[in-house]
Nanobody, 118 residues
Framework: QVQLVESGGGLVQAGGSLRLSCAAS????????MGWYRQAPGKQRELVATITSTGSTNYADSMKGRFTVSRDNAKNTVYLQMNILKPEDTAVYYC????????????WGQGTQVTVAS
């Protein structure tokens, strides 16, 4: 019954910015991690950034300094601010939720396309 819906993707020129949002609905337990992964065609899905319910963040090295993850616990929403975008950032970005409900449960959004034009 958990659903993640991403928004904010689109086409942007290199050097531009985008802000992705992901709203989670359903039974979201207080102890959880939300964040973002991305996958380009023919490539493995990779970590972008995550943030815990207590505010601890984790970034992939290639994203540090350009991307910022944040969240609004009251709205069960996670954001990804992407700056200085590069063509290499072109991918489908997936929202991620890992929540503790006795066991850790994982959920994924359908993804939102980000295309960075050169």
């Amino acid at each position: 019954q958990v659903q993640l819906v991403e928004s904010g993707g689109g086409l942007v020129q290199a050097g531009g910015s985008l802000r992705l949002s992901c709203a989670a609905s359903g039974m979201i337990f207080s102890i959880n991690t939300m964040g973002w992964y991305r996958q380009a065609p023919g490539k493995q899905r990779e970590l972008v950034a995550t943030i815990t319910s207590t505010g601890s963040t984790n970034y992939a090295d290639s994203m540090k300094g350009r991307f910022t993850v944040s969240r609004d616990n009251a709205k069960n929403t996670v954001y990804l601010q992407m700056n200085i975008l590069k063509p290499e950032d072109t991918a489908v970005y997936y929202c991620y939720l890992r929540t503790l409900a006795g066991l850790w449960l994982e959920y994924w959004g359908q993804g939102t396309q980000v295309t960075v034009a050169s």
